[in-house]
């Protein structure tokens, strides 16, 4: 899917976000992991911090019952010992894991538990510590549903169980009518309220989410475009070959880096002569094409030695060649000779006797001598010869650079 296509759905997305009712906060399957993956760290922090609160809260909860006299039956006390177990379990394995597929559920289950743990707790007790437990139920949902904030789905049905488990459990506790209402109405409310809180906090949790997916769709849509720009701004229209601003930052940067590796490096001119007439004789497309199988025959030259090439503009072209092997080289630039030859287009008489065809010629760049090299572009077209003339030796670059002045 490309990067318009991403930000057309972030956008729809977005807007159906705003007013989307609870039950439908979710997105689709691809944009829903990734929003996953985003709240994954944030899962594992709260996760952490919460279970370790909770565990040293129960264990707290043996000095309540030493201060108060409390014997409590051994199920319940084998059944705290399991949550706090289980507590700082789930503390170790979101500190440890890497996918987090198990912290919702986790986070949940545990919340359950601990409500468990109060209520078993609560009716062993006597009043007032009774109550206290009891409240401490709207303080584990405040902790689950505001602060750890799993996906509604897990926040909606822990919030029901949870409800479901003290409803009976203050029906059944031996306490007034008055103190069971007040208390049954302070655990619903709280629930209501949390899951509100919770309900807000995700939908602005996943609004951010949205927005700052769209800011990256934006910013790599925009590093496409000035790549795109850029890419045009550097390549020649018609070949696709380099420009001569970035030939000439090419040639720059091959000078020093041969300067401080020893390397040489060679520059070879082809012009196609009288390439206006050309144009005049068949046609801009037509000389368009000719240009165009210039450079595909230039860009042969690379699968043997590295360099690049330009077009300067009209019929002239540049390449910039890294000489390792002489021989390599030597072959390379007389396969290029014969592929120029078989150009079919120069080998029509009428343009023969119009002065068109191919002429080239190469110089080894002294960086002893050339303080710019750049200055070697221009004066290298000067000297050139025909190429169906002379096959490119190492001599012919001796003679060339000396009668061009290079030397």
């Not at 829903?32 to 129960?58: G, N, V």
């Not at 584990?140 to 926040?155: G, K, W, Y």
């Not at 809180?197 to 475009?225: G, Y």
């Not at 029509?348 to 002065?355: A, P, S, T």
Request: hydrophobic share 45%; with cysteine.
């Amino acid at each position: 899917m490309d990067n318009k296509k991403k930000h057309s759905d972030v956008v729809e997305q977005l807007t159906a976000l705003k007013q989307a009712p609870f039950w439908e906060l979710f997105f689709d399957s691809a944009l829903e992991q990734r929003y996953q993956y985003s709240q994954q760290h944030w899962y594992q922090d709260a996760i952490r911090a919460s279970s370790l609160l909770a565990a040293l809260l129960i264990m707290a909860s043996h000095l309540v019952d030493w201060a108060y006299a409390i014997a409590l039956p051994v199920p319940v006390l084998l059944w705290r010992v399991l949550v706090v177990t289980c507590l700082l379990g789930t503390y170790l394995y979101a500190r440890r894991t890497t996918t987090g597929r198990w912290l919702q559920w986790l986070a949940s289950l545990n919340g359950l538990m601990v409500v468990a743990s109060f209520l078993l707790i609560a009716r062993n007790s006597a009043e007032p510590i009774k109550q206290i437990y009891y409240t401490n139920i709207f303080f584990v949902e405040i902790v689950l549903f505001a602060f750890i904030r799993p996906p509604i789905n897990f926040a909606s049905t822990t919030a029901l169980l949870m409800v479901l488990m003290v409803a009976p459990a203050l029906y059944l506790d031996q306490m007034g009518l008055r103190a069971s209402t007040y208390l049954l109405f302070l655990l619903l409310a709280g629930t209501l309220l949390c899951m509100m809180i919770a309900l807000r906090m995700e939908k602005f949790s996943r609004k951010s989410f949205l927005q700052n997916e769209l800011i990256q769709l934006e910013r790599d849509q925009l590093r496409d475009l000035n790549a795109q720009m850029g890419e045009q701004f550097s390549q020649d229209r018609v070949t696709r070959l380099q420009n001569r601003v970035t030939f000439e930052d090419a040639l720059l940067q091959a000078s020093e880096s041969s300067g401080a590796s020893g390397r040489r490096i060679m520059l070879l001119a082809v012009q196609v002569e009288q390439f206006a007439r050309f144009n005049d004789m068949v046609g801009a497309d037509r000389g368009d094409d000719l240009l165009r199988n210039v450079a595909r025959q230039l860009r042969t030259l690379f699968n043997e030695v590295d360099g690049c090439a330009a077009r300067l503009g009209g019929g002239r072209f540049i390449a910039l060649c890294h000489v390792q092997d002489d021989g390599v080289l030597r072959s390379a630039l007389e396969s290029l000779r014969q592929k120029l030859l078989e150009l079919p287009v120069l080998a029509q008489e009428e343009f023969q006797n119009r002065g068109v065809g191919l002429t080239w010629g190469g110089v080894h760049v002294q960086m002893d001598s050339e303080r710019d090299p750049r200055t070697l572009i221009d004066r290298i077209f000067k000297h050139l010869i025909p190429v169906e003339a002379q096959a490119m030796t190492y001599d012919h670059y001796q003679t060339f650079t000396r009668r061009a002045g290079f030397i």
